[in-house]
């Protein structure tokens, strides 16, 4: 079993900066694939960035490439999400989510899901 516990957002003003955590439990991630996700007011939960545990390769949704960047910390078995320029176009709860090692953005393709951090950016 896994648990995942997001932490970090809040309210930020528009061109800010926030750093989100997902903290993992229960087991070592090292053989998995790491992901944030998003959905914002109304809309479908969307794929952010992954990042592949063991070899620490890392891909982000093109909308995204230079503006937020995914890490991680082997010692605490948690990833982070730095996001920068911030937009209200940004405001969503933010999900990480663990797999099997895979290269992909669908949802169904992760097991295991934390309940998610409120970001809010105002204008």
């Known amino acids: 079993q896994v648990q995942l516990v997001e932490s970090g957002g809040g309210l930020v003003e528009a061109g800010g900066s926030l750093r989100l955590s997902c903290a993992a439990s229960?087991?070592?991630?090292?053989?998995?694939?790491v992901a944030w996700f998003r959905q914002g007011p109304g809309k479908e939960r969307e794929f952010v960035a992954r990042i592949n545990w063991s070899s620490g390769n890392t891909y982000y949704l093109d909308s995204f490439k230079g503006r937020f960047t995914i890490s991680r910390d082997n010692a605490k078995n948690t990833v982070y999400l730095q996001m920068n320029s911030l937009t209200p176009e940004d405001t969503a709860v933010y999900y990480c989510a663990t797999a099997r090692t895979l290269n992909g953005v669908n949802p169904k393709d992760y097991d295991y899901w934390g309940q998610g951090t409120q970001v809010t950016v105002s204008s």
């Open positions: 229960g087991r070592t991630v090292s053989g998995y694939t």
